[in-house]
């Protein structure tokens, strides 16, 4: 995208002006590096968003935007009911929820390097991932439901980790809202033996190393020290999530030519927040979210296992869980006035600032921890929600790098035992049930990170904590 | 070739080709599981049915690959060879397989699902395409 054909507000902060059809203004956050490199379809996209009904301030775009399904990848927009807003299954996608936790160990790398290959073996025989994966639990069709509808506090019922996970997960690991009576038979009969599984793709299970800490008071809120070692886990709702977008795609399709909703995009099927079609996706959709908190919390209890067998002088503690995926029900304020607002993050986390009630009590002064996910070979950070955020993106922040190349390019590229090899010879484990996956998650496929980070951190939407470094990975 | 993959910035397109449109279906049915493993490593053995319908021919394209990655994950199978009939807004496909085998079919990635995204059937020539970009 080229910076000149935007309205430059500041150094990390671009404006589409708001015209035609348009109801509000886009805005991107990013450095002018990262306008450049940005795909001209983002700009198309977010002026898409910014023409739907209801959008409150702006249509927003984090530094990581990139082309998405409707919304872009890195897509945040807010939609107020009462104004004929509307809610959409494009600014939401198919992995419902897909997000990332992030588990301290109470050990540091130096403590944890001489058995690492014992627990990355373990975990990678044990965490169940890749294509046509099975979970160790089958659900029924009376234990989906509850599922749906108790999130992570359902696994922990069922003895799936400790109450005191549920504290350290975006509203307590159960979103309010879900009606599993709208999740279609197919959906919930794909996740009967899904429960607990990592899935394929970008999506791992990570030993890392805290290699630099940049602010030291968020990082000792967090119990966050230099050379700790943390876990950080990758997944999402998995089959049943996918179904719940496959299905919305369809039934809001219909919604949109029956509320004659003006959309530029088919994939940005949406229908009014209050009518019976937008009431039936809200429902599954948040059923979905929950689905996704069950899924990590199952795996976080596999992790906490394992890990205790490798390490019995160690402690797995929750330092965080936050979703990518989502549609939440929020309280912002708008020129002044609180508003409750349906606010859409698509690959973008929820960022909130400090003083917010949702979030512990040991974080409240310091903000929101936000786990942004590097590479198999770059580093992940730790950042926090800022009061600024709040104001210009809703509590928003960006999710990840993005692909910088096509999975078909990067398999042309590269080998996925050479991709295994060069990063054993950088001091990373890899292991992966697939070398053709490995070869499309090759670390150069992606963007940098570290841009992404800075320019989240300079437009003030979260302010870096510190950046972790892989040391071992398991992929799908 | 009778079906292909493309590149795309984040996910993967497949495409059949056919001399019918139900032809081409099949196909990109083929590629789809193309992306997932080495479907030519897939025997044939389970056979499923489904019915789909949609208000026109791309739709059904999407509503047609769907339906198949649902009774993939619902009856842990995947499958090689496919077979459709078309008619009007609906079809009733055919699609055999077998259970997925973790190292004899090469899996690769997970699909989670046919999108809107560069959909298109047509036909040039009395030769059909079917494709659109799959989620992964």
Request: some cysteine.
């Amino acid at each position: 995208m080229d910076p000149n054909s935007l309205r430059k507000i500041n150094d990390y902060l671009w404006e589409i002006p708001r015209q035609g059809t348009m109801k509000v203004a886009g805005r991107i956050f990013a450095s002018e590096k990262l306008v450049r490199e940005m795909d001209e379809k983002v700009r198309e996209q977010v002026i898409n968003v910014a023409m739907l009904p209801g959008i409150q301030i702006a249509s927003i775009a984090m530094p990581d935007a990139h082309w998405g399904y409707g919304f872009p990848i890195g897509g945040v927009a807010a939609f107020d009911p009462e104004e004929g807003g509307i809610i959409s299954m494009g600014g939401v996608g198919f992995d419902i929820s897909c997000g990332v936790r992030t588990l301290k160990t109470g050990m540091t790398k130096e403590e944890v390097t001489p058995r690492l290959k014992t627990l990355v073996d373990q975990l990678f025989s044990r965490v169940p991932a890749g294509v046509g994966s099975e979970g160790l639990i089958k659900l029924s069709p009376g234990q989906i439901d509850e599922m749906l509808i108790g999130g992570a506090e359902w696994a922990v019922k069922k003895g799936y980790g400790v109450k005191d996970d549920l504290e350290y997960i975006e509203e307590h690991g159960r979103v309010d809202g879900a009606e599993p009576e709208q999740v279609s038979e197919t959906a919930k009969k794909r996740q009967y033996r899904e429960m607990g599984t990592l899935g394929s793709g970008n999506h791992y299970l990570e030993v890392q190393v805290v290699a630099e800490v940049y602010d030291e008071q968020a990082a000792q809120a967090m119990g966050l020290r230099r050379d700790d070692i943390v876990i950080s886990v990758h997944c999402g709702s998995r089959g049943l999530g996918h179904q719940i977008g496959t299905d919305a795609l369809k039934n809001l399709a219909f919604a949109v030519q029956k509320y004659g909703i003006t959309i530029k995009d088919r994939e940005l099927a949406s229908a009014p927040i209050e009518s019976p079609e937008g009431k039936r996706y809200f429902g599954a959709m948040s059923a979905g979210i929950n689905c996704a908190l069950a899924n990590r919390q199952i795996i976080t209890h596999l992790v906490r296992e394992i890990f205790t067998e490798v390490y019995p002088e160690g402690h797995i503690k929750m330092l965080y869980d936050i979703s990518h995926n989502t549609c939440k029900v929020e309280t912002h304020e708008i020129n002044g006035r609180k508003k409750r607002l349906y606010v859409h993050r698509k690959g973008a986390t929820r960022a909130f600032g400090p003083g917010q009630i949702d979030l512990p009590q040991e974080y409240r002064h310091v903000g929101q921890p936000v786990l942004i996910g590097g590479t198999m070979g770059t580093s992940s950070y730790i950042l926090v929600g800022t009061e600024e955020g709040m104001k210009v993106a809703f509590g928003s922040a960006c999710h990840g790098a993005g692909r910088a190349m096509s999975r078909t390019a990067a398999k042309k590229r590269w080998h996925g035992r050479e991709v295994v090899k060069e990063l054993e010879e950088h001091g990373i484990v890899i292991r992966g049930h697939s070398y053709s996956g490995i070869a499309e998650e090759a670390p150069e496929s992606y963007k940098d990170v570290t841009e992404v980070v800075e320019a989240a951190h300079h437009a003030n939407l979260a302010r870096k904590v510190a950046r972790v470094k892989p040391i071992a990975c398991v992929k799908g | 070739m009778q079906y292909e993959t493309f590149e795309h910035e984040a996910d993967i397109g497949i495409r059949g080709f056919g001399g019918t449109a139900a032809e081409a279906f099949e196909n990109a049915a083929a590629a789809l599981y193309s992306v997932m493993v080495s479907i030519d490593r897939v025997a044939a053995l389970e056979k499923r049915v489904v019915h789909v319908s949609a208000p026109d021919r791309e739709l059904l394209l999407v509503e047609w690959l769907n339906a198949l990655l649902a009774l993939s994950d619902i009856d842990r199978l995947v499958f090689s060879k496919f077979q459709v009939q078309m008619e009007g807004p609906a079809l009733i496909g055919t699609a055999w397989g077998e259970a997925l085998d973790r190292v004899r079919h090469e899996p690769r990635v997970e699909v989670k699902g046919a999108t809107y995204h560069m959909l298109s059937v047509y036909e040039k020539d009395g030769r059909y395409t079917a494709q659109c970009v799959v989620d992964v």
